[in-house]
């Protein structure tokens, strides 16, 4: 009996994907295991393993295609002693006229579908309606919550409900409203239909800014999945949380000492490598973690119906990559060993930019640090990148002409500027943990305690 | 060793006993101590007996007024040893039915009286009552959380105190040897209210005394000055603005001295004083000033969850703060336990319990008085429907009545609604869903409400705020 492919979900929030590459052809065999596809999401790409044995027998989505739909059948592989031709006849035809998600039940018994593996141990169910294209879904909300968005102006799609079943009442609206725009979580229990992309609504369309220039003067580009997904998370970013930034000094001659110090001791491998060898960045992560933990307050991450308090600090940590970005989490930093973050950074850099990290490393947090230091920038302001509620721009450390005891000396100083989601974290807690944080910085001997 | 369970709840009362099958529900492990009657006050010394008591007063009225429906009823009387009698047989068949509620659920009924020694640890100590079978007895029970479910007891006010005789209080006016000839009740509050309708009834000459300027002072002005209206025209004499100075008591009489009024200070004589003053939580004795409880004027603080400050030490009900009434204690302890569980349930908005009297005329509200409204500077619409103007109302000979409802101007939502008459306390609830669910005017205009009924005048109330009432 013939089995429909189906697109993957290989994340809660994913809806829609690239068909980057086929590994197999058509009348390919295939076994439990073997790579299918490479399938592109928001940030990574990610390998699609057959979970059936049988033979491809027809492939439905050619290798390139962008934007397609989580659940849409991509390729039929038919049982091996299995007449090919009929197992194709009998499948949908290439390139569903519906791009939304095809109901199974509508096909004739004879096509099975059967879910890409479950290993994420994902509700697909829930995301599989994907009814972003559909703009008639059913909000359930209540008449005076209706009435209350808009006089506000609040299109109430857009509100979380904390109501029965997810409804929108009145609360929501007002909690909306002092709170500034509150996007539906994109939980995926939470089959809400998804807002429309979040750009500012008065930016100007594509050909008009396009008739700025000269034709022939520019070429384009078009957007892959990460440039999309940076543009949507940071526009939202800016938007909805209200940003206040803090600026410190923080000396780090005894920091470079102590890295010193520990670097000269690490033993050397078989190939004459030194087992590790700390950076000044690797520090940060540590001394931001411990300030989180020594601040709780402001270890947090604003929701709309209550704060969470994390009883870890987990770091996002800015990874340049070509074409863009990414942020994995160093886990429970405050329990890790410098040598431990050091190499789980070096592992998580290596894989960022062959783009491997899986969802679940570059997902959560509750503070990041991004550090342009090695350019030589001194100072900078970075953008919160949600569910945080703080990040850490750092700049270079620079020998400066500073005065100690009235004396004039010189020390190595490295400015560090904390974003703050006013929501979550007010200017004092903010000027606390960064406080903290330049303690440790400052006297890195209280890291290793 | 002592025995241990998730949830201990003190009190069996209807807050503690739906609290703990909620919790049984939950799959919690569940005990609750009871020291005197399964069910508690409600069941046994309150709501539900004397509503057992102003049902026989309905009849006998109807009775006595048989001719305005056509009918003939001679020699109209009654047996007060009989009245109360059917009203005891109705508590004891609901508080049969607590305990059999108890044993579905698989709670254990623990025997005494409760004194919480530390968090997680509860010492049951024998109590005066006699155990219903099956319950477990005295001795020392280990629970995570424990519920402070306790309650409420009437309050005494200094010289006015009651003395089981002469001076009653609920429990005693719920079980007269004989219908007093003279009554005057002090406090005109849902329960003081009641019992003077109830023995003004059975032909005693009541004077209910109130010291705010309004009877029945939680409701809105305008509800309660009708129903005053028709108390007084009933024949009870109502003083507001008064006070009861002193109570001089003879052998089967009492003479009070009335501060206030109309006419400055006078003297009253009656055979028998209810003191309606209140009710105060019940929190003495429990242990709980020893492990640092925080208590308010008699009553534990909680938040929306009914978790006081000691971490593992909750309260609902009376003894948690008002509304002193048996639907709040129930929700509020559902919520508690579902807390508990992490089933992250909304706390109590206090402007959606209803509240109602069953005097006759009876009443009923919810959510803001007309005052309340604009103290809050709300911008309102009022709309009003009387009985007058009901098909049901006059065919049940009930023409005496009004509907108010309150609506915020610029949003329509409905923010209170206010009755007076027959029935009402049956009707109410209609008001209640429509707040629950947030509707606005427009959805109750929305709503067909079947012809014939009372409860047409709810939706002839929300049109006249609207100027768009169609049978006046």
Redesign the interface.
């Known amino acids: 009996m013939p089995i429909n492919i189906l697109m993957p979900a290989l994340s809660p929030t994913m809806e829609k994907g690239n068909l980057a590459k086929w590994l197999k052809k058509e009348g390919d065999k295939v076994k439990a295991g073997d790579i299918l596809a490479e399938i592109e999401t928001d940030k990574a790409t990610m390998e699609y393993e057959a979970i059936e044995e049988g033979v491809i027998a027809k492939i439905l989505v050619p290798e390139g295609t962008a934007d397609v739909a989580v659940n849409e059948p991509i390729a039929v592989l038919a049982a091996e002693d299995e007449d090919v031709k009929a197992a194709v006849a009998s499948a949908p035809a290439a390139k569903p006229s519906a791009p939304t998600a095809p109901a199974p039940a509508a096909k004739p018994a004879a096509v099975p579908t059967r879910s890409p593996p479950p290993s994420q141990s994902m509700p697909m169910p829930h995301i599989a309606p994907a009814p972003a294209t559909n703009g008639h879904s059913r909000i359930f909300a ?4 209706r ?2 968005a808009k ?1 506000a102006g609040i299109d109430i799609v857009r509100v979380a409900g ?1 109501g029965p079943h997810g409804r929108v ?2 609360r929501d609206v007002e909690a909306t409203k002092s709170g500034g725009t509150v996007l539906r979580a994109p939980a995926p229990q939470m089959p809400a239909p998804r807002p429309p992309a979040v750009t500012p609504v008065q930016a100007p369309a594509d050909d008009k800014i396009r008739a700025l220039f000269e034709p022939g003067s520019y070429e384009v580009v078009p957007h892959d999945n990460m440039r999309k997904i940076i543009a949507q998370r940071l526009v939202l970013a800016k938007q909805t949380i209200p940003h206040f930034y803090l600026t410190i000094s923080c000396t780090l001659d005894k920091l470079l000492s102590a890295r010193e110090d520990i670097n000269v001791t690490a033993p050397k491998g078989p190939d004459g490598k030194p087992a590790w060898k700390l950076s000044v960045n690797d520090f940060v992560i540590k001394a931001l973690a411990l300030a989180l933990i020594k601040v709780p307050e402001a270890n947090v991450t604003w929701t709309e119906t209550g704060m969470l308090k994390h009883k870890h600090a987990d770091i996002g940590v800015a990874v340049a990559i070509p074409g863009g970005l990414i942020t994995p989490v160093i886990r429970k930093a405050e329990t890790k060993s410098l040598i431990a973050i050091s190499a789980e950074m070096k592992d998580y850099a290596a894989r960022a930019r062959a783009r491997k990290l899986k969802p679940e490393e570059y997902q959560g947090g509750s503070s990041a640090i991004s550090n342009l230091g090695m350019y030589g920038i001194e100072e900078f302001a970075a953008v919160i990148n949600p569910p945080h509620a703080t990040i850490l721009a750092v700049g270079a450390g620079v020998e400066r002409a500073v005065v100690r005891d009235g004396k004039l000396a010189v020390a190595t100083q490295m400015k560090v500027t904390l974003s703050t989601d006013h929501r979550a974290v007010d200017g004092a807690l903010g000027a606390e943990l960064i406080g903290a944080f330049k303690t440790y910085v400052e006297s890195p001997t209280a890291m290793l305690v | 060793m002592a025995e241990s369970f998730d949830i201990i709840i003190i009190g069996s009362g209807p807050g503690g006993y739906v609290t703990a099958i909620r919790a049984a529900q939950l799959g919690f492990k569940t005990a609750i101590v009871e020291r005197a009657y399964l069910g508690g006050v409600c069941l046994n010394w309150g709501c539900i007996p004397t509503k057992a008591l102003l049902r026989s007063a309905e009849i006998f009225h109807y009775m006595q007024h048989a001719t305005a429906y056509g009918l003939a009823a001679e020699k109209v009387s009654y047996d007060a040893a009989a009245v109360v009698k059917r009203s005891r047989g109705v508590s004891k068949r609901l508080n049969d039915g607590v305990g059999f509620l108890m044993k579905k659920n698989k709670v254990s009924v623990i025997w005494g009286e409760a004194m919480i020694d530390a968090p997680g640890k509860v010492t049951v100590k024998p109590g005066n009552a006699e155990a219903p079978k099956g319950a477990l007895g005295p001795g020392l029970y280990e629970a995570k959380h424990i519920i402070v479910a306790t309650g409420a007891q009437p309050r005494v006010l200094p010289g006015l105190e009651p003395d089981q005789r002469l001076v009653w209080t609920y429990f005693e006016a719920m079980v007269p040897e004989r219908m007093p000839k003279s009554l005057l009740v002090i406090g005109s509050g849902a329960i003081g209210i009641e019992f003077a309708s109830f023995y003004r009834t059975f032909g005693a000459e009541v004077t209910v005394i109130e010291v705010l300027p309004q009877i029945l002072p939680v409701e809105d002005s305008e509800i309660a000055g009708f129903a005053r209206k028709a108390f007084e025209k009933q024949g009870i004499k109502i003083l507001t603005g008064a006070t009861v100075t002193r109570l001089d008591k003879k052998t089967d009489s009492v003479t009070a001295t009335i501060d206030g009024g109309k006419g400055g200070t006078q003297t009253l004589t009656v055979d028998r004083v209810i003191s309606a003053v209140g009710v105060t939580g019940n929190v003495e004795n429990l242990g709980l000033e020893k492990l640092g409880v925080k208590i308010d004027r008699g009553i534990i603080s909680i938040d929306g969850y009914g978790r006081t400050n000691i971490r593992g030490i909750y309260a609902i009900g009376d003894v948690a703060g008002p509304p002193m009434l048996a639907h709040k204690a129930e929700h509020e302890g559902v919520v508690c336990v579902e807390a508990i569980k992490g089933l992250e349930p ?1 706390s109590i908005d206090k402007l959606k319990i209803p509240g109602c009297t069953y005097c006759a005329p009876q009443i009923a509200s919810v959510g803001l008085t007309e005052a309340a409204a604009k103290e809050k500077k709300l911008d309102i619409r009022v709309g009003r429907f009387p009985f007058l103007g009901n098909g049901k109302a006059i065919a049940l000979g009930e023409d005496q009545g009004l509907v108010k409802v309150i609506f915020d101007k ?4 409905l923010v209170g609604a206010h009755m007076v008459g027959a029935e009402v306390t049956e009707l109410i609830q209609g008001y209640v869903v429509a707040m629950n ?4 005017e ?2 109750l205009m929305h709503t067909i409400f079947p012809h014939p009924t009372l409860s047409e005048m709810m939706k002839e109330a929300v049109l006249d705020a609207y100027g768009r009432v169609l049978n006046m």
Do not use: D, Y
């Open positions: 209540s008449p005076l919550a009435r209350l006089a904390s009442v009145a | 909304h610029a949003t329509g939502q669910l947030e509707t606005t427009e959805e």
